[in-house]
T-cell receptor, first 113, second 112 residues
């Protein structure tokens, strides 16, 4: 059973470009969480999704950020018109129905130049 | 919303000394999980506590869940340099919309 897979591991974007981050949850997991970690800081909740539904997006900036978890395929975190302040590590976690322990992917490190 | 306080923010110890980090919630928790993140790495699941007053041990690590299910602690006995990293608690609030909230973490450094 493969773990949570995130890709790419590293992503470099110029200011104004779009960044697309992918997360494939563990098999059997239907809950996905996205977290952002700025350098030297803790993990901050962004969004919680179940298949085809956004359950809680209270931690996500209102503009430029969006997330989806389609019926088929990975969860996608999309950042439009990136700015330098978006540079961070973005971690995805998944958990099975019932919300027991969460398992994290290795993260995508986004650098905006 | 869910409030989670984790203390201390930083802890520096000499190798062989003990270490404890605490996680406190403003509300009763369904469960609590502990994670370790090495510098440059990703959070790795350590343990989950569910029952009131629960105590679990993993070698030199002891995890406790408070009787009121509002606080938890992670204690490391006789730290080693391999224990270096940030220790996070992750708490769950129950109901159909299950939300997981991280504490800010405690960064542990160990002087050999």
């Amino acid at each position: 059973n493969a773990g949570v897979m995130q890709n790419p591991r590293h992503l470099v974007r110029r200011r104004g470009q779009e960044a697309r981050l992918r997360c494939s949850p563990m098999k059997g997991h239907s809950h996905v969480y996205w977290y952002r970690q700025l350098p030297e800081e803790g993990l901050k909740f962004m969004v919680y999704l179940q298949k085809e539904n956004i359950i809680d997006e209270s931690g996500m900036p209102k503009e430029r950020f969006s997330a989806e978890f389609p019926k088929e395929g990975p969860s996608i975190l999309r950042i439009q018109q990136v700015v330098r302040g978006d540079s961070a590590a973005y971690f995805c976690a998944s958990s099975p129905p019932g919300g027991t322990e969460a398992f994290f992917g290795q993260g995508t490190r986004l650098t905006v130049v | 919303g869910q409030q989670v306080m984790q203390i201390p923010q930083y802890q520096h110890v000499q190798e062989g000394e003990d270490f404890t980090t605490y996680c406190n919630s403003s509300t009763t928790l369904s469960n609590i999980q502990w994670y370790k993140q090495r510098p440059g790495g990703h959070p790795v699941f350590l343990i989950q506590l569910v029952k009131s007053g629960e105590v679990k041990k993993q070698k030199r690590l002891t995890f406790q869940f408070g009787e009121a299910k509002k606080n938890s602690s992670l204690h490391i006995t006789a730290t080693q340099t391999t224990d270096v990293g940030t220790y996070f608690c992750l708490v769950g609030s129950g109901g159909s919309n299950y939300k997981l909230t991280f504490g800010k973490g405690t960064l542990l450094t160990v002087n050999p």
